[in-house]
C-alpha cells in the first residue's frame, strides 16, 4: 500500500554509526528509488496544498532535499537552515545543546518576514533540539511554522513530546522504537 508502511519499509537502518549504540534511520534508498520518491513527496504535498503557505524552510541537510522539492510542487518557495557559518549574508543564528557539546543553526535575515506561513522540514527528530532551532529562527523573523514535518520521529527520545509541548504543530510519516 502506498502509505506509511510502505515508506518506513524502505528506511535503512545501520547499526552503530556514526557511533557505537545509535542506529542510524538512513533516508537514502527512499530518495534513490523513484517510485517511493514519488510517494514520500506525495505523502507531504497531500497534506500541505491547501495550508495557505508562504514558504518551505528545509534543516540542513537532508531537510534541503526534501524541502526543496515539497516547495516547488507546493508552488512556493524554499529557504535553507544551514549549520553555522555557511550562509554569506546577514544571518540570525540559534545555539542549541547536543548530546555532547552544542550546535549553531543560521538563517539569513531576509529568508522570511512577518506574517509568512512557513512549512519547516527535516528528515528525522530524535531529541527535537534541532527542529525547536529552526522553528526559533523562523519566529524571531517574525514568520510563523504552521508545522514541523520530518519523514521519521524516535518518540523514545522525547523531542516530539518537548516539541509539541513548546506549542509546534509537527507531524512525523513513520515512528521507529530505540534510539
Ligand atoms: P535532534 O536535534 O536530536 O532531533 O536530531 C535531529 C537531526 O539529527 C536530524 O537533522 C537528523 O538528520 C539527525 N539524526 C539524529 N539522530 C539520527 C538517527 N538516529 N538517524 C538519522 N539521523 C539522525
New binding site residues.
Given amino acids: 500500500m502506498l502509505d506509511a508502511d510502505y515508506i518506513k519499509r524502505h528506511i535503512r537502518t545501520v547499526p552503530d554509526w556514526p557511533e557505537p549504540g ?5 533516508i537514502t534508498p527512499l530518495l534513490s528509488n523513484p517510485r517511493t520518491l514519488r510517494v514520500l513527496i506525495d505523502l507531504f504535498v497531500h497534506r500541505y496544498m491547501d495550508s495557505r503557505l508562504d514558504l518551505v524552510a528545509g ?1 540542513d541537510a ?2 534541503f532535499i526534501l524541502g526543496a522539492i515539497v516547495a516547488y510542487e507546493l508552488n512556493l518557495g524554499f529557504v535553507p537552515i544551514r549549520k553555522k557559518g555557511k550562509l554569506p549574508f546577514t544571518t540570525v543564528a540559534e545555539e ?1 545543546e ?1 548530546e555532547y557539546g552544542n550546535a549553531t543553526v543560521e538563517l539569513h535575515s531576509d529568508a522570511c518576514k512577518p506574517g509568512d506561513r512557513v512549512l519547516l522540514i ?10 525547536m532551532a529552526g522553528a526559533r529562527l523562523i519566529e524571531r523573523l517574525g514568520a510563523t511554522v504552521v508545522e514541523g514535518a520530518a519523514i ?1 520521529d ?1 518518540p523514545e ?1 522525547g ?1 516530539s513530546r518537548r516539541l509539541r509541548e513548546s506549542g509546534l504543530a509537527l507531524h512525523c510519516l513513520v515512528q521507529f522504537d530505540g ?1
Avoid at 545509535?22 to 538512513?26: E, S
Avoid at 527535516?122 to 527542529?131: E, F, R, S, Y
Fill in positions: 545509535v542506529q542510524f534511520r538512513d534543516i537532508r531537510g542549541y547536543l527535516d528528515d528525522l527528530i530524535a531529541t527535537g533540539g534541532t527542529m521519521v524516535l527520545l523531542g534510539v
